[in-house]
């Protein structure tokens, strides 16, 4: 009887070090099964506000004239105006056309401002609504495809970065700085939906009014608000989680171009669009140039304004299409001004629209 009580207890051994060591082993195999990389599932919590059946808006615009176009810019063969007060996107296959010959992108925007694109998307901003509005080529035309909600307050500019290869938008009060990705797999619908990588912080910028930022090369550049009169310079270092934003450096201003609209480099100047000043005075409206941002605050600039031949309105945006730059600008019956530069040298000026 004492013997088969022993070799039950060693049964019952053998059997609990089994068990521990299939359990050891698995605990091992589990660290690294967690480190490997993951990236984002196609489901509706990474991928928010799909459209549910996308088709082309297939209207015409019907308004002769622009009411404060923002942007224009160039898509493949298309060519695209933010027609801000007009509420809508519109677009056509050429700068000839009378306006009410352009297509519709959208109009569902309350004051959309600028258009981006990545080879596939096209990205605008829906700056009263908060939110951004997603594009891709159809058949038929374009379609909306994304809504992207709550993106700060007053998201004012959008622009792709194709070294980092995302995109960004800016949230013009709060300081924040959206990164948004594409999925690399379309969905079922042949749709590339968009997520929110990263957002971005400046915390004096918080209730700063910032119309845009500029990227070169590797820096950032935030034009100054008629509440802060200064430039910020900063950087990106790392992406995704790990993405990071430092400011590196702070160029004061006069009072006078204070309400910035958008510092564009061309040769060795920096071009700066101008609003208003710091009391939002839009009879400041101008634009200026200077080498240095340092000599901002001297007043070590030159006001070329005149030079376009514009006066009483208000320059905005600048983008460059086909080796020739755009300029929109509002206030006045001249809204889309083209322009070159030559050996530092506006030359060739001619309203568009």
């Not at 051994?13 to 480190?35: F, M, S, Y």
């Not at 038929?140 to 809504?147: D, E, L, N, V």
């Not at 310079?233 to 430092?246: E, R, Y």
């Not at 000599?295 to 080796?323: C, R, S, W």
Request: proline content about 3%; some cysteine.
């Amino acid at each position: 009887m004492v013997n088969l009580k022993i070799h039950v207890k060693r049964i019952a051994l053998l059997i609990l070090l089994c068990i521990t060591l299939a359990a050891c082993t698995e605990n091992k195999t589990v660290p690294a099964q967690e480190t490997e990389p993951q990236s984002p599932q196609n489901n509706d919590a990474v991928y928010d506000g799909l459209v549910e059946n996308p088709q082309p808006l297939s209207q015409h615009n019907t308004y002769d004239t622009l009411n404060v176009a923002t942007y224009i810019t160039q898509v493949d063969d298309t060519y695209f105006i933010a027609d801000c007060y007009h509420d809508q996107i519109i677009y056509s296959d050429t700068l000839d056309k009378p306006l009410t010959e352009w297509n519709i992108l959208t109009k569902e925007v309350h004051y959309a401002h600028t258009i981006a694109f990545d080879a596939t998307t096209i990205l605008v901003d829906d700056t009263e609504h908060n939110r951004l509005l997603a594009f891709q080529k159809m058949d038929k035309g374009y379609a909306h495809t994304q809504t992207l909600e709550g993106i700060g307050m007053k998201p004012h500019f959008v622009q792709y970065n194709e070294k980092r290869q995302e995109f960004m938008a800016w949230s013009s009060i709060t300081g924040e700085l959206y990164l948004l990705k594409r999925c690399n797999m379309p969905n079922e619908q042949g749709i590339y939906p968009l997520y929110i990588d990263n957002i971005l912080k400046i915390d004096e910028l918080y209730g700063v009014y910032v119309r845009s930022f500029t990227v070169l090369e590797n820096e950032i550049y935030f034009v100054s608000g008629h509440n802060n009169q200064t430039i910020l310079k900063a950087q990106i270092d790392g992406s995704g989680n790990n993405a990071k934003i430092m400011v590196t450096n702070r160029y004061e201003v006069p009072s006078n171009l204070a309400g910035m609209v958008q510092l564009y480099k061309i040769q060795d100047y920096y071009y700066i669009t101008v609003s208003t000043d710091n009391t939002e005075n839009q009879e400041y409206a101008t634009i200026v140039r200077t080498k240095r941002l340092e000599d901002l605050k001297t007043g070590a600039y030159e006001d070329v304004y005149a030079q376009f031949g514009l006066h009483g309105g208000t320059p905005y945006y600048i983008n460059e299409m086909e080796g020739r730059y755009y300029m929109t600008h509002h206030r006045t019956d001249k809204n889309i001004i083209a322009f070159d530069v030559i050996d530092n040298e506006i030359v060739n000026i001619a309203v568009v629209y």
